[in-house]
């Protein structure tokens, strides 16, 4: 048992440094919390046999510098919204210049048979 859950310990914590390092690392927290539940049922385990494993303490360790990394970047980095003008404008373009390509085509003398 106890080693069951330092192995979901373990894979919990590589899981949360990898998302925090994503654009989307705000999900870094749900496998952080597991990481952290996970770890202390098998650190209260390996106290409760009488030996505790490095490898528990390292997984602690992932996960409290994923966390820490994942909340710097949600209080310090702020997304913003460009100028979605141009965007329409140039969809627009887009739109317009596939109309003409088009109707330029020249279908009658496709053989379809």
């Known amino acids: 048992m106890k080693r069951l859950f330092t192995i979901l310990a373990v894979t919990a914590s590589v899981l949360t440094i990898v998302l925090s390092v994503l ?20 650190f209260y385990l390996s106290k409760k ?3 505790v494993k490095k490898i528990i303490q390292f997984s602690f360790l992932l996960t409290i510098m994923a966390l820490g990394l994942t909340t710097y970047k949600a209080i310090f980095n702020t997304t913003e919204v460009g100028d ?6 140039k969809e627009a373009e887009s739109k ?4 003409e390509e088009l109707e330029d085509l020249d279908l009658d003398d496709i053989d379809i048979e």
């Open 96 to 99: 317009e210049e596939a109309i």
């Open 23 to 42: 654009p989307a690392s705000n999900l870094a927290i749900f496998p952080g919390g597991a990481a952290l539940i996970f770890g202390l049922i098998a």
């Open 49 to 51: 046999a009488g030996h």
């Open 84 to 89: 979605t003008e141009t965007l329409v404008e």
